[in-house]
């Protein structure tokens, strides 16, 4: 009863009490229900109730089938439906076509609820409804992407309208302010049916939102040559999977301790190749793999393999410590958490010796989940790392929320301080290591190319460097060489 809108209920109630009392043997009856995504869709519910020899009811079954796919409004939004759209001849006229999709819309909606996430899509299509010019068509499509559809209109005014609604979703009353991305086509040019259409949509939205939020992409060769190598790319990751991880190996790169210059601990870095594939980055095949939630299988394995080389090293050389990253979404469920504790007895691996890297591009959105997970784990001993610190937005509520151990400085903080004058890496350092020191969290450089930024770095006090002039990510056995030769 609590997912059938409160409108509903008592036409609801009528009618199936009528067959539970016996007084009729028909359900039928039209009503809202929440989804899984907390959004009320109509639903259509029909059943009757088959009586034995004897006429006493047997089974009551039915059938329940959602209405508002074949409707031909958005109930939420009043907007025409994909269904609707999919209608439409695009094979005749000159027109043009954008995708609107609002950028984090499931953080929106985590973070404030999905009553507040549907305000914001009845709001955004009250003002798709404003600016738009009467002969166009407007759609929503799904979710948080809507279809504005100019029959004999053209790209350059789409894109128009595109940054006239990406400035009004700043300053709606009411909402704070959230952004939109977009992709354009045209038609016949890039395509005369729904699908054709669509799917090039749908890769110039994806294009768009990974360029920058906020951004509009035209469909191009480049998009589509684009999404055809992710698509090779994500085909051959699948079967590397199935075929035992094969082609993927960790590479170690040396973090020295900032005093005595000395290795005390390395990275683990994620390489994969094929025989066809020689030159995914990481940053490339990773996204891939986080985007189809694949990185929950190879996030086992990279623990699994770092955990091997600790248990080598821990033997071998008595305290280097080994890092792994991992991603939010493989922290979801508490299993991987558990399997990382278990993996440490079974190897009889040193908790003190494992830090567990959280990339912060990962928008953690349940802090708290985190917090209760990393605690298990330090309570143990193991060492949590907050990748990254400074390049996403959420860097200081993640570090509020969450205890860490240490926190890798990006990158691109260490690389700017030679730039002549620039007063602001230099202080943005100097001032997130006292913080560091005040809160006893060790701090990190990371991505130290020169001797010059070394000297820096080490006169700000950090903890502990990392970068090119010491040596790239190597293969395990390499790393072995390196450390033989620094202790020898
Ligand atoms: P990250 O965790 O920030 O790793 C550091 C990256 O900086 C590595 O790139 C490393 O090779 C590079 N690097 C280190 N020192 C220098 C330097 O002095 N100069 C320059 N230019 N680069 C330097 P890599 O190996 O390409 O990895 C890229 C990213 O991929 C990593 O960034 C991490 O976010 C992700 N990644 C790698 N392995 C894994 C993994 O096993 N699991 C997950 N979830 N992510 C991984
Ligand atoms: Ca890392
Ligand atoms: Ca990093």
Redesign the pocket.
């Given at each position: 009863m609590e997912y059938i809108h409160p409108e509903d209920r008592a036409a609801y109630l009528k009618d199936i009490e009528a067959v539970f009392s016996g007084a009729s043997t028909r359900h039928s009856c039209q009503y809202r229900a929440k989804n899984k995504y907390g959004d009320y869709v109509w639903l259509e519910c029909k059943g009757s109730v088959i009586a034995d020899a004897d006429g006493k009811p047997l089974v009551f079954a039915g059938l329940m089938t959602r209405l508002d796919n074949q409707n031909k409004y958005d109930p939420l939004t009043h907007l025409l439906t994909n269904y609707e759209m999919q209608k439409y001849d695009f094979s005749t006229g000159n027109g043009a076509i954008l995708l609107l999709g609002i950028n984090a819309f499931r953080k929106i909606n985590n973070t404030n609820g999905f009553l507040y996430g549907n305000k914001v899509l009845v709001a955004l299509s009250e003002c798709l409804d404003h600016f738009t010019d009467k002969c166009d068509r407007i759609y929503r499509f799904q979710g948080d992407e809507f279809v504005i559809l100019s029959p004999d209109g053209s790209k350059e005014a789409l894109c128009k309208l595109f940054h006239i609604v990406n400035d009004y979703c700043n300053n709606i009353r009411g909402l704070k302010s959230f952004s939109v991305s977009a992709g354009l086509v045209s038609y016949p040019e890039d395509g005369t049916d729904f699908n054709t259409l669509m799917s090039n949509l749908e890769h110039s939205l994806e294009y768009a939102k990974e360029q920058k939020s906020g951004w509009i992409a035209e469909f191009s060769e480049k998009i589509s040559q684009r999404h055809l190598r992710t698509s090779r790319l994500h085909e051959a990751l699948t079967q590397s999977i199935h075929n035992n991880y094969e082609g993927f190996e960790?590479?170690f790169?040396p973090i020295l301790d900032a005093k005595t210059k000395k290795i005390t601990e390395c990275?683990?870095?994620?390489?994969w190749k094929t025989p066809e594939i020689q030159d995914a980055?990481?940053?490339e095949f990773?996204k891939i793999?986080?985007d189809s939630g694949e990185?929950r299988e190879?996030?086992y394995w990279?623990m699994e393999e770092a955990l091997r080389h600790a248990a080598i090293w821990q033997k071998k050389y008595n305290n280097i410590s080994v890092s792994?990253?991992?991603?939010y979404i493989?922290l979801l469920d508490g299993e991987f958490i558990d399997k990382l504790i278990a993996t440490a007895k079974e190897l009889q691996v040193d908790p003190r010796l494992i830090m567990v890297?959280l990339?912060e591009?990962c928008n953690a959105d349940d802090t708290k989940m985190l917090s209760l997970q990393f605690d298990k784990l330090q309570k143990l001993g193991f060492k949590i790392a907050m990748?990254?610190f400074g390049t996403e937005y959420a860097s200081f509520g993640l570090l509020h929320d969450v205890t860490m151990d240490v926190l890798?400085i990006?990158?691109k903080f260490v690389?700017g301080l030679i730039r002549e004058g620039n007063k602001t890496d230099m202080a943005i350092i100097e001032n997130v290591v006292n913080m560091c020191r005040q809160l006893s969290i060790q701090t990190v450089a990371?991505?130290?190319?020169t001797e010059e930024i070394q000297d820096i770095i080490r006169s700000i006090g950090v903890s502990y460097l990392?970068?090119?002039?010491y040596s790239?990510?190597v293969p395990a056995a390499a790393f072995e060489r390196m450390v033989e030769g620094e202790r020898r």
């Open positions: 960790l590479y790169q990275e683990s870095l994620l390489r980055t990481p940053y990773i793999l986080e990185i190879v996030g990279v792994f990253n991992v991603s493989q890297e990339t591009s990748d990254d890798k990006d990158q690389r990371e991505g130290i190319e990392q970068g090119y002039l790239k990510p």
